[in-house]
T-cell receptor
Framework: DSGVTQTPKHLITATGQRVTLRCSPR?????VYWYQQSLDQGLQFLIQ???????AKGNILERFSAQQFPDLHSELNLSSLELGDSALYFC???????????????FGEGSRLTVL | AQSVTQLDSQVPVFEEAPVELRCNYS??????LFWYVQYPNQGLQLLLK??????LVESINGFEAEFNKSQTSFHLRKPSVHISDTAEYFC?????????????FGSGTRLSIRP
């Protein structure tokens, strides 16, 4: 158990719909990262939040958005869903460090999204 | 820009046989290197990492990887695999001292162990 909790574990929805994925980081971790894992694209970094503020942005579509709340949990919102958005969405957190990082990301078990 | 290449998408081996999972990276600066493992129906977890110091790093379950700067490689090895090692393995790279958001993951190598 990594200490990172993601809900829901599975989600099936239709094209054009909107879903929200939720993540609770490990206790004490300030950073939350969202990744998309699909068969053809591998593991792609979407976005990072640090203590409520957006810190870095990766290959995140404009139809997707995220936020981190004061209690440090984060939500990833996916809207106008397309078939190609079907994937496993992972949340990860990392411990606060000084300069740079130690490289250790703690991943949740993921939310599997199926768009029909 | 950095990149990481895992040359083998799948590696089948027999139980108790040795295995090597290959990883090559490209970067113009000092790097941190990682191997993450993803067991079935689970998230990724860090297996081992190279930040600095000894170029040979080991995990608690018998895997080791060697940072080879001249060949820009960080291959993962285990002298004798077990059924429980069945998983997908991801090599990853980032600039040293950069943010963890800059970690780039390879496409993964699926290790399947045959009894």
């Amino acid at each position: 158990d990594s200490g990172v909790t993601q809900t829901p574990k599975h989600l099936i929805t239709a094209t054009g719909q909107r879903v929200t994925l939720r993540c609770s980081p490990r206790s004490g971790d300030l950073s939350v990262y969202w990744y998309q894992q699909s068969l053809d694209q591998g593991l792609q970094f979407l976005i990072q939040y640090y203590n409520g503020e957006e810190r870095a942005k990766g290959n995140i579509l404009e139809r997707f958005s995220a936020q981190q709340f004061p209690d440090l949990h984060s939500e990833l919102n996916l809207s106008s869903l397309e078939l190609g958005d079907s994937a496993l969405y992972f949340c990860a957190s990392s411990a606060p460090t000084g300069d740079g990082h130690t490289g250790e990301l703690f991943f949740g078990e993921g939310s599997r999204l199926t768009v029909l | 820009a950095q990149s990481v290449t895992q040359l083998d998408s799948q590696v089948p081996v027999f139980e108790e046989a040795p295995v090597e999972l290959r990883c090559n990276y490209s970067s113009s600066v000092s790097v941190y290197l990682f191997w993450y493992v993803q067991y079935p129906n689970q998230g990724l977890q860090l297996l081992l990492k190279y930040l600095s110091g000894s170029t040979l790093v080991e995990s608690i379950n018998g895997f080791e990887a060697e940072f080879n700067k001249s060949q820009t490689s960080f291959h993962l090895r285990k002298p004798s695999v077990h059924i429980s090692d069945t998983a997908e393995y991801f090599c990853a790279v980032s600039d040293a001292y950069s943010s963890a958001s800059k970690i780039i993951f390879g496409s993964g190598t699926r290790l399947s162990i045959r009894p």
